[in-house]
């Protein structure tokens, strides 16, 4: 049986043929989801589904825990008139909190080959889960999560803004950054009103200041271009400039 398996996967490497070059596969599956598969060494073989959970795995017949459990707080508000009383479990949060841990990885990995756009829809669900834990989640359970939100906001923010880019907008790219820096804010400022000097500290340091080196960099890459310093140039060689700034600094 173990052979067989072994062969079965051979098989498939070989039909799916990476190019060496762009190592990545966008596949459908029977149900017509898209999955990523990425071959980061010859060893290798990443899967990701683009949408839902990572897995690809279908809890009570939904997308994910995420949308069940949203799905049963809409429900309970209709049947209750407000939200009063409604609550999960600990195993509840466990479940929601490893899928966001799993949505998590993925965002990453989508950053890295630039699906901005996943980016920025799985950045925005995990926080609208940190802000739904805080609200319904006791303290010591949301702050499980909750505490990563200055990260989900700077990553949200980068993912906006080179959407922005990749049509060349300096301007909206430079908003969308202020917007994630402004939130960042707000979100170190309500850090310190509950005592959570450690979690602003490190949000302010890494994910702030990010936001703030990165928005110089497109600035100071928009003022060369409205100068006439640069030419006019693709998104591609945009990206290549920009990664350029980074290295130097």
């Excluded at 599956?29 to 949408?51: E, H, K």
């Excluded at 920025?120 to 990563?148: G, V």
């Excluded at 949200?156 to 402004?182: C, P």
């Excluded at 302010?204 to 600035?219: A, E, G, M, T, W």
Aim: aromatic share 10%; proline share 2%.
């Amino acid at each position: 049986m173990d052979r067989h398996i072994v062969d079965m996967i051979d098989e498939v490497i070989d039909v799916v043929d990476f190019d060496s070059d762009k190592p990545i596969k966008v596949l459908k599956s029977s149900d017509g989801r898209d999955v990523v598969l990425i071959r980061s060494n010859p060893f290798t073989i990443t899967r990701i589904y683009v949408t839902g959970r990572p897995d690809g795995k279908r809890p009570h017949g939904r997308d994910s825990y995420y949308d069940y459990f949203m799905e049963q707080h809409e429900d309970y508000v209709r049947k209750h008139g407000s939200d009063e009383g409604f609550a999960l479990t600990a195993e509840d949060w466990t479940a929601l909190f490893n899928e966001a841990t799993d949505r998590y990885l993925r965002y990453l990995i989508f950053a890295s080959i630039k699906r901005w756009e996943d980016v920025k829809r799985d950045t925005t669900i995990n926080i609208r889960l940190s802000d739904f834990a805080k609200k319904y989640a006791p303290s010591e359970i949301a702050w499980q999560i909750y505490q990563y939100k200055g990260y989900m906001l700077m990553m949200r923010a980068i993912a906006n803004a080179e959407l922005k880019l990749m049509k060349i907008d300096y301007v909206g790219a430079i908003e969308e950054l202020d917007k994630g820096i402004s939130e960042i804010g707000k979100f170190c400022a309500e850090c310190l009103r509950e005592g959570h000097e450690e979690a602003e500290a490190i949000t302010r340091d890494k994910y702030l200041s990010n936001l703030v080196q990165y928005r110089n960099d497109i600035q100071s890459v928009g003022e060369k271009l409205s100068s006439g310093e640069l030419n006019e140039i693709s998104w591609e060689e945009l990206d290549e400039l920009l990664t350029e700034e980074e290295e130097e600094e």
